[in-house]
């Protein structure tokens, strides 16, 4: 009886278990609101004003989440002695009292973000004190100055990872992380850091990873922890960044130095581990070729390094800066959006591991493809948005493309690309030269084009034409606003399309898909967006195209719902911005019933009047766009799903017979004119015949 009794009172207070997601894995409620998941407890957002103390005591996680604490009093913890992570995130916490954490030994994390602990920062220090154990410490968002900071970390030599994201940091020396000597992760982000002393890390041997975005550093001379994996220092000010001319080896992986406002290429380590490196988004370029000089000795820059009483100064080169830094391990560089207007020789040659390269929105007006640049490595190659109208191939090269599975051309000024180009491009799947002025080449293929195979008595460079003709590892192929002209029946023989984009180029297919018969059994998406599409083009045989699930026919001039004949697998289809009058019959929809799953019809001019008995489709979760298309009432325009079920109310005056309707206009108009005049000459008879005779000298008879 006393079991049951003890057992009904556990209950009473853990409540029943409930079983969630099918996973077997059982949540318990307490009165509270909290949720318990084995011994985690889970209490956020539930307007606590204090730490409840009815949990369960073996609990390991609390979290406290969005609750109006105030102040963490002492000893509000004590009923949770075992307790390994305790998240208290923005609770409006100002103070922690002094023995708050006395009897959490075995707390490991503890999270403190979005508070307002810089009010009371020396209470809550010492608070901290007492945590001889904690390995995670989140502090971020409580407007605190480095002082505080510091005063907070004193101690903490157990500390593996500090978040001091979005404080009021402004400059950080030797003091502030003093006696970290176990730190692996420090997040500095979103600070006011403009300066950072000589020697301020020095002490973090463990640090791997250091997060600096988000800051107001002007620039980093001298750079030498080499002991770090990962360092971020996106989103500042910086101008230069330079490494420390030492030989030792550098632990650095990933070096993010995007969104800054870099002139010239970073001087990176002499010896490094480097993979990645972001560079988007700066001011940089090469310069040499704007200097006719002869002696590069002259292109120098010197920087001075004043630390005390002691100045170091460097020396560097401004036009290569990159020769003396090792990028042989380098496998992603992202170089975009900045002012590069050329590759120098030999660059890419240093990066023999190099397989992602992004170089879109810069000023490349040519490319110039050599022996091992780009590596053999490359996979991914981004040259959209430059000034490219040349693509050179070094004499006798081959397999320059080998690794290469994308490959973007888009935005440029290219009229082809070189014969040999894509020969050895064997793993090529994705293309992109959409906004391109090219041309596919004819076949047969004239005699002064040359063929795609290499033939070293053909011109190498010649950009007449591009072909894409038995390529056949291609997938996807964006021609989007290239100003192709009618395509030949056989422009992609023998390429598996899966892909394929034509938009903007108005008459490409002149009404009909023959000339993509080629690739219709492999074909998926089709995008014929603004190619000029009339009401002739309005039955589209789809017959072999077994397996297209995405048809995009938008901006083009379809007056009715297109008869698409044979397309099984259809799911997307696009008709926007065409000049639909009226939605589909029940017959049209019948057609491609079975597969659609989206269809678009917003943009179009229908009219309200032309809807009656059609203002719902049979299937009205199959119109992505139900809820935007509208019709055209007189001068109004309706949203059709607000349409009443018969037909509007300014319809009635559309079903009269037109002749009838002016014969009822015009005829009180012709009665009245006849009224008026008839009233008129009765009123000015007489006068009106005095006048006549007089003029005519008719005589009177008396």
Not at 36 to 60: A, E, K, W, Y
Not at 661 to 674: G, K, Q
Not at 677 to 697: A, D, E, G, W, Y
Request: charged share 15%.
């Amino acid at each position: 009886m006393e079991l049951l009794s003890l057992w009904l009172c556990l209950g009473f207070h853990f409540s029943t278990l409930q079983w969630r997601n099918g996973s077997g894995a059982a949540t318990a409620v307490s009165p509270g609101g909290c949720q318990l998941m084995g011994v985690t407890v889970d209490c956020q957002g539930q307007n606590f004003v204090s730490v409840p103390t009815s949990l369960p005591p073996h609990s390991r996680v609390l979290i406290l989440d969005a609750n109006p604490l105030g102040t963490l009093w002492n000893h509000s913890l004590q009923p949770y002695p075992l307790l390994e992570s305790l998240s208290l995130r923005s609770c409006q916490l100002v103070c922690i009292g002094y023995h708050a954490f006395q009897e959490q030994g075995h707390l490991r994390s503890l999270a403190l973000a979005d508070n307002s602990l810089s009010e009371n920062y020396k209470e809550t220090a010492a608070a901290l004190h007492t945590l001889q154990g904690l390995q995670k410490l989140d502090l971020s968002g409580n407007s605190l100055t480095e002082d505080m900071a510091a005063l907070m970390l004193q101690n903490l030599s157990s500390l593996e990872a500090v978040s001091l994201a979005r404080n009021t940091l402004m400059r950080l020396d030797e003091s502030v992380f003093e006696g970290l000597e176990n730190l692996r992760e420090l997040d500095l982000q979103r600070n006011y850091i403009f300066e950072i002393e000589g020697g301020a890390f020095d002490s973090l041997m463990e640090l791997r990873h250091l997060n600096l975005a988000y800051n107001n550093l002007p620039c980093i001379v001298d750079f030498g922890l080499s002991q770090l994996h990962v360092l971020n220092v996106s989103y500042n000010s910086l101008e230069w960044f330079l490494a420390s001319r030492q030989e030792t080896t550098f632990e650095l992986e990933t070096l993010d130095l995007s969104h800054n406002q870099l002139l010239f290429f970073p001087l990176l380590p002499q010896c490094s581990k480097l993979h990645s490196l972001l560079l988007q988004d700066n001011n940089m370029g090469f310069y040499k070729d704007l200097y006719n000089t002869s002696s590069p000795q002259e292109m120098v820059a010197q920087f001075l390094l004043v630390d005390g009483n002691v100045t170091n100064v460097t020396t560097v080169n401004l036009w290569e800066e990159f020769a003396s830094s090792d990028l042989s391990a380098l496998r992603f560089l992202d170089m975009s959006q900045n002012q590069f207007q050329y590759l120098p020789d030999g660059f890419l040659k240093k990066m023999p591991s190099l397989a992602h390269l992004n170089l879109n929105r810069n000023c490349l007006a040519s490319l110039h493809f050599r022996e091992r640049e780009p590596a053999g490595a490359l996979a991914e190659l981004d040259l959209s948005h430059n000034m490219l109208s040349e693509l050179r191939l070094a004499p006798g090269l081959a397999r320059c493309l080998g690794s290469l599975r994308l490959l973007n051309l888009s935005d440029n000024q290219l009229l082809g690309v070189p014969a040999r180009l894509f020969a050895d491009a064997n793993n090529l799947t994705t293309i992109d030269l959409s906004h391109n002025q090219i041309s596919l080449c004819p076949w047969p293929l004239p005699v002064q084009v040359p063929l795609p195979l290499p033939v070293p008595s053909m011109p190498a460079n010649a950009p007449s034409c591009v072909d894409f003709r038995n390529m056949v590892s291609l997938k996807r192929l964006s021609l989007e606003g290239c100003g192709l002209r009618v395509f030949q029946d056989c422009a992609f023989q023998g390429t598996p399309l899966t892909h394929l984009d034509l938009s903007g180029n108005w008459g490409v297919l002149n009404g009909s898909m023959a000339p993509l018969r080629a690739v219709a059994p492999t074909l998926q998406a089709l995008s014929l967006r603004n190619v000029g599409l009339s009401p002739a083009s309005e039955k589209l045989d789809l017959s072999g195209f077994e397996h297209l699930r995405e048809l995009d026919l938008s901006g083009n001039c379809l007056t009715s719902f297109p008869r698409l004949q044979g397309s099984p697998a259809l799911r997307t289809l696009d008709l926007r911005r065409n000049r639909l009058t009226a939605l589909p019959t029940r017959a049209e929809w019948a057609q491609v019933a079975g597969s659609l799953r989206a269809v678009y019809l917003s943009q179009n001019p229908y009219d309200c009047c032309g809807l009656d008995g059609r203002v719902a489709p049979p299937r009205l979760d199959t119109v992505a766009d139900w809820a935007v298309v509208t019709c055209n009432l007189s001068s109004k325009v309706l949203r059709v799903a607000e349409l009443p079920a018969g037909a509007p109310q300014g319809c009635k005056w559309e079903r009269v017979d037109m002749g009838l309707l002016y014969l009822v206009l015009i005829l009180p108009s012709c009665l009245t004119l006849l009224v008026a005049c008839t009233v008129i000459f009765l009123t000015f008879k007489k006068p009106l015949l005095q006048v006549i005779k007089s003029r005519c000298h008719w005589s009177t008879i008396y």
